[in-house]
């Protein structure tokens, strides 16, 4: 379907999702970076900052200097864990995909060649700043393209069970002065689910002497994966399988030593109904605070666009038809959205 569609709501609706306008290989994908103000150290001629940003493999921009940088100021906070570069001839020899975290810049990645393209994930980041950093260069760069995409968590959607947890209820008695004496009960959350809710501050945690034990991914139906990034309370497992369930039998695609604060791990595509987590060794009670799943490409689709007069026209590239849908990174959305 090509055309213009055009979707009218109501006056309290202030933000809509419309569908991806970009013919980019995952059809709906939203490039975040796409047509954002920018700004740059340096602009050599017509080849602006504003180039990188257009869509258009054919304009680029190039700086004077040779450690160079360009910046995209979101105007809101933005979530992304996906660049793609694409460079004008092969000169760049060092490079970081920088955020700003409020205080200072931080890299979220750092590369070493980009070439006609280069695609980088990383640990996803939420930030209203983004800047590529040219770090060194044969000769001044050319970007043709500089793009960025959230791919989604599909871990967010799926169902989570592990072999066991470590719930702990903890009893004991308060005196307080003058008062009589209460009783209470404390009970720490770590059930499997814990290390699928998208959220640093809550992990899993096997129960006692528990090398051997697992965190399952199950999935509604067959997924691609090719990405899992796993984060760890401590630094406490010494050897770990990531397995696929194919239907009959568990299969092992990736295996690991340490996990610490972030593990990425990147592997060849496969699909899988459930995935798992095997943890074959750890020196104390294992604490997975976060069970990443990714398939590269597969990005967030649609793009969050304020509607002041509550009425948007949106222009469908082909495919599908065009759906509305929320974006899971952007929880403070979903809360305004379902507080109406
Ligand atoms: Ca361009
Ligand atoms: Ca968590």
Known sequence: MNGTVTYTF???TPYVMLPGGSSDYMAGAVNRALGQVVSASSSSGTDIAAN???GNLNTKWTPTGQESWFEIDFGRE??????VLSEVGNHIGSYAIEYWNGTEWQAAYSGSAVGNQATNAFPEFRSSKVRLHILSSSQAPSI????LYADRNLALAAKASASSNDNNDFSYSSYLVGEAAGNFTYRYDVQASRAMDGAMGSYWSASRESNGAWLQAEFKDIVKIDRVVLSEEGNNVSSFQLQKWDGKSWSTVHEGTTIGSLREIDMKKFSATKIRLLIAASDADPKIREFKIYEKGNALAGSLMWSPDSRIS???VGGDEPSL????CEPRIHDRLSGL
Not at 78 to 83: C, I, L
Request: glycine letters at 8%; aromatic letters at 4%; a negative charge.
């Open 144 to 147: 043709a393209e500089f793009q």
């Open 314 to 316: 949106a222009t469908n």
């Open 78 to 83: 933005t979530t992304a864990n996906r660049a």
């Open 52 to 54: 990188a940003v257009d």
């Open 10 to 12: 109501g006056k309290a």
């Open 325 to 328: 849908g929320l974006d899971p």
